[in-house]
């Protein structure tokens, strides 16, 4: 169609089509594929996808619809904010399912470990049981 442009580089092995929507496909001299796409881009596949490369960057937001499974460490240098509760187990060797660095705030709810709700359990003493303990204490 009118506006359509390939040009064919034989000197450096390049080839480059630029659509009239203004979206431009080339491959380099050393076969890198190059997209400047000015709309959406709409993948539907019917089978499975794989995708293999040493390392994959996502500039811009992402949201994924479905669930995810990581084979691998998982590094987050920003907030995590989970609205639906939260899951770990294992403990990959170490002894420990979770290892948490730092002040950890708690709540608006019990916070139960071995059966014992923390912010209500009092101890034996001899004068009988102890006061729970005071809040922000």
Known sequence: PSG???VVNTSDETWTFTHSSGNTYSIDGSGNLNMSVQAAVNINVVGNVAVTSPKCTVNGDATVNGDTTMNGNLTVNGLIA???GMVITGD???G???TLHGNIIH????LTSNGVTVHTHTH???????DAPTPGT
């Open 4 to 6: 359509n442009k390939l």
């Open 96 to 98: 420990h399912t979770a």
């Open 107 to 110: 709540d608006n709810g019990n």
């Open 124 to 130: 034996p003493t001899p004068m009988g049981q102890s």
């Open 92 to 94: 990959n060797g170490t």
């Open 82 to 84: 989970g609205n639906q």
